[in-house]
């Protein structure tokens, strides 16, 4: 597991290193809609599972977002309290969509 910052910060540890899946913690609407527009979107869910934590999002974000590949879009409010909490019930997801 690395912890990226920002999409940028992990753009750079995508083209360092191979990981099976991306789990993204976003805690804005601002933030998902930068990913939307985020140049590495397209590879990241050809080559990997993506995985979103983020507020309720709109029916049309999430429509989006499923369009362009997001694998799972888990409610922030759904995921268990605390970072390493709303990482592992992503996690499973994740492993659960890889099987």
Do not use: F
């Amino acid at each position: 597991m690395q912890a990226c910052g920002s999409l940028a910060s992990a753009s750079e540890q995508l083209r360092i290193n191979h990981y099976d899946a991306l789990l993204l913690d976003l805690a804005t609407t601002d933030e998902l809609h930068a990913l939307v527009h985020w140049s590495a979107l397209s590879h990241v869910v050809l080559d990997m599972a993506l995985v979103l934590v983020t507020p309720e999002p709109a029916a049309a974000d999430l429509a989006r977002l499923l369009q362009l590949g997001v694998q799972e879009v888990v409610p922030a409010r759904d995921a268990q309290a605390g970072p390493a909490g709303a990482g592992a019930a992503a996690g499973r997801r994740a492993q659960e969509a890889w099987k």
